[in-house]
T-cell receptor
Framework: AQKVTQAQTEISVVEKEDVTLDCVYE???????LFWYKQPPSGELVFLIR??????QNEISGRYSWNFQKSTSSFNFTITASQVVDSAVYFC????????????FGTGTLLAVQP | DTAVSQTPKYLVTQMGNDKSIKCEQN?????MYWYKQDSKKFLKIMFS???????INETVPNRFSPKSPDKAHLNLHINSLELGDSAVYFC???????????????FGPGTRLTVT
């Protein structure tokens, strides 16, 4: 069965600190897809990144970076020089990419960035 | 332009009532979904439609009935509402790769349903 674990329930940092959000996944599929979504206090779900299981390259987008390691089944998300606007719940999700394409979400990590 | 829209944004109703939530996407996607987010923020898939055909029905009570009149719309009708139905319901859409992988899902703003 597929499963996503986000062990960090809440993280609090001070602005300009770097912070890493952990995501560990379980799947028996050889082909799968990993995602990160952001849910700010306003409530919408914002897509951040998609990664497939064949591409282990790390990705950087501005202050955001993602580290995908199949050896440890992890897909961690780092925010560099955090800002108050980064305060949100962040969800990691997994899909098998099959006909259903359903997302299996982790329980989310609430990130609070203090000014 | 709103990509995935839902109406209403808030819905307060009494137990036993029947209510509907509407969803529309203008992204030209083939597949639409309903997810439920409970009070602890946990997100779980409920239904998925691909080109108006039901693909996923995840052990949801049959009081919940999705309807897809066309591939741009996926509505959710709920009969005999119960207290436990209180949650935020998200509609989403995506393209579905044909043997070439999966695509990200884009979510609507959510509908907060409160059953009293």
């Amino acid at each position: 069965a597929q499963k996503v674990t986000q062990a960090q329930t809440e993280i609090s940092v001070v602005e300009k600190e770097d912070v890493t959000l952990d995501c560990v996944y379980e799947t028996r599929d050889t082909t799968y897809y990993l995602f990160w979504y952001k849910q700010p206090p306003s409530g919408e779900l914002v897509f951040l990144i998609r990664r497939n299981s064949f591409d282990e390259q790390n990705e950087i987008s501005g202050r955001y970076s993602w580290n995908f390691q199949k050896s440890t089944s992890s897909f961690n998300f780092t925010i560099t020089a955090s800002q108050v606007v980064d305060s949100a719940v962040y969800f990691c999700a997994l899909s098998d990419g099959g006909a259903t394409n359903k997302l299996i979400f982790g329980t989310g990590t609430l990130l609070a960035v203090q000014p | 332009d709103t990509a995935v829209s839902q109406t209403p944004k808030y819905l307060v109703t009494q137990m036993g009532n029947d209510k509907s939530i509407k969803c529309e996407q203008n992204l030209g996607h083939d597949t639409m979904y309903w997810y439920k987010q409970d009070s602890k923020k946990f997100l779980k898939i409920m239904f998925s439609y691909n080109n108006k055909e039901l693909i996923i029905n995840e052990t949801v009570p049959n009081r919940f009935s999705p309807k897809s009149p066309d591939k741009a719309h996926l509505n959710l009708h709920i009969n005999s509402l119960e207290l436990g139905d209180s949650a935020v319901y998200f509609c989403a859409s995506s393209q579905v790769g044909t043997g070439q992988g999966t695509y990200e899902q884009y979510f609507g703003p959510g509908t907060r349903l409160t059953v009293t």
